[in-house]
């Protein structure tokens, strides 16, 4: 069955292509070095606004009509496998990504929610046999349920804790079962609204604990995915325990966690923590911690997390310069974990919001790789930092000093110069490469 009957195969283009269903920018099959774009960006459908969200939003119900909720229960989650494949094939994504209760109505009981995974569970696995598309990732959503008002590894309640496990272990199992590369673990109640009546070290000591128990499990198991955290500093809670990546880096040190999970960017996360996406991909990076990324964007003028589909070509290329920078994203991708405006409530509009969101990160990579290439960033960084290449600031990043000798040289220095920083020469430099992209330039 189709549920999208008027839409053909998404096709590249280019840029002169007037047609709303088509690609830009964004051609699947031309190769940057040895990988193809398809290959290397590794794109990624979010299960849940795509086709379990209804457009609502913290002021407002849903809007959003979708063929497929003229069914209710495990009709629906049937009718939503079928509408998930035939929307991959159209688009010709590669990968997607769930949460256990996007696939399946949970049950009266645990033990009935299971059932119900696993009958669409068998049912993806069938149509991912016909299909190219596979799992970039899943996850147990241990946070919308009132049952997790108090949180779930980092829960008052032992009870808790338990059922939050039960669900993870659940999640792994079907992680392994549908050839999933990477689980993630979003700890979307995992914090506190006040420390009045929170003990922190317990919670946290408890959340390592369950990070511990997990690794245990997967590899009891032989689930190899790779693990991935997904930062966020608030929203639902007042501070969250994963509030960014150098917090979350700092939690699994501390918990010997550190050779087991990477990070899963997503950009709004970032900005509501006070940072720029590039900011996070770049701790992440340099820490050897990046794994994959939730592509999306927030808007500047809203307080919340409102997951806009990603257009804004200055912060897909920078983006993309840390990604490429990194080696790519190994068994990770770039995940759309964004949803079209609640004004743009037809079916086709997952299209057209998908079809933007690629282009803008083929726009973006194309731009980084051409960056780097022309070492404009990193010439940059040569310069600047040139003091640090010889005498005593060799000597600073070789440990071959000490305050003695800094006080030495200090004190028989007569003048220091400094250097501009240019700022505003750079920002011009990255508009050019962008502007001239596709100029022919």
């Known amino acids: 069955m189709t549920y999208f009957e008027n839409i053909s195969k ?8 007037t047609n709303p269903y088509a690609f830009k920018f964004y051609n699947p099959e031309e190769k940057i070095g040895d990988q193809t774009l398809e290959e290397y960006l590794r794109f990624g ?4 606004h795509t086709f379990t969200q209804d457009l ?5 119900a849903g809007t959003a009509v979708r063929p497929w909720d003229k069914f209710s229960g495990l009709d629906l989650a049937k009718a939503r496998v079928e509408a998930s494949f035939d929307f991959f094939e159209k688009l010709g994504v590669p990968y997607f990504c769930f949460h256990d209760v996007d696939i399946a109505p949970e049950g009266n009981s645990l033990r009935e929610t299971y059932q119900n995974l696993d009958i669409i569970v068998s049912m993806l696995k069938d149509y991912m046999k016909d299909s190219k598309v596979k799992l970039l990732w899943n996850t147990a959503n241990n946070f919308t349920n009132p049952r997790f008002l108090h949180g779930a590894a980092s829960s008052n309640n032992a009870d808790i804790f338990a059922y939050s496990a039960a669900k993870v272990k659940k999640g792994l199992e079907i992680g392994k079962e549908l050839g999933g590369e990477n689980y993630v673990f979003w700890g979307g109640r995992e914090g506190y609204e006040t420390l009045l009546n ?21 590899k009891e ?13 608030k929203e639902p809670t007042t501070h969250q325990y994963d509030f960014d990546v150098a917090t979350g880096y700092a939690f699994l040190q501390h918990y010997g966690l550190q050779d087991h999970f990477k990070f899963n960017i997503e950009a709004n996360h970032a900005t509501l923590a006070g940072h720029t996406f590039e900011h996070e991909l770049r701790y992440a990076r340099v820490n050897g911690m990046l794994g994959s990324v939730d592509a999306n964007q927030g808007d500047p003028l809203l307080g919340w997390d409102t997951d806009e ?8 290329t920078l983006a993309m310069y840390e990604i ?4 790519g994203l190994g068994k990770g991708g770039l995940n759309f974990d964004a949803k079209a405006r609640r004004g743009s409530f037809e079916p086709e509009d997952l299209f057209h919001a998908h079809i933007a969101g690629m282009d803008s990160f083929a726009v973006g990579y ?5 960056l780097i290439d022309d070492n404009v960033l990193d010439g940059i960084l040569d310069v600047r930092y040139k003091s640090y290449t010889e005498g005593i600031g060799l000597d600073v990043v070789q440990g071959k000093t000490n305050f003695h000798k800094l006080e030495e040289h200090a004190l028989g220095l007569t003048e220091i110069k400094h250097q501009s920083g240019r700022l505003e020469k750079i920002k011009a430099t990255l508009n050019q490469y962008l502007l001239q992209a596709y100029a022919g330039e």
Not at 45 to 48: G, K, L
Not at 309 to 316: A, I, K, V
Not at 366 to 370: E, G, R
Request: net charge negative; charged share 25%.
């Open 10 to 17: 998404i096709n590249y283009e280019g840029p002169k292509s």
């Open 45 to 48: 459908v979010a299960y849940w």
């Open 56 to 60: 609502s939003d913290p002021f407002g």
């Open 198 to 218: 929170t003990d922190m070290k317990l919670e946290m000591d408890n959340l390592g604990r369950f990070f511990h128990m997990a690794v245990d499990y997967a």
């Open 221 to 233: 198991i032989g689930f190899d995915a790779q693990f991935l955290i997904e930062p966020k500093p």
């Open 309 to 316: 589909f990603p257009t804004d070509l200055y912060s897909t």
């Open 324 to 327: 490429i920078k990194n080696g």
């Open 366 to 370: 194309k731009v980084a790789q051409k």
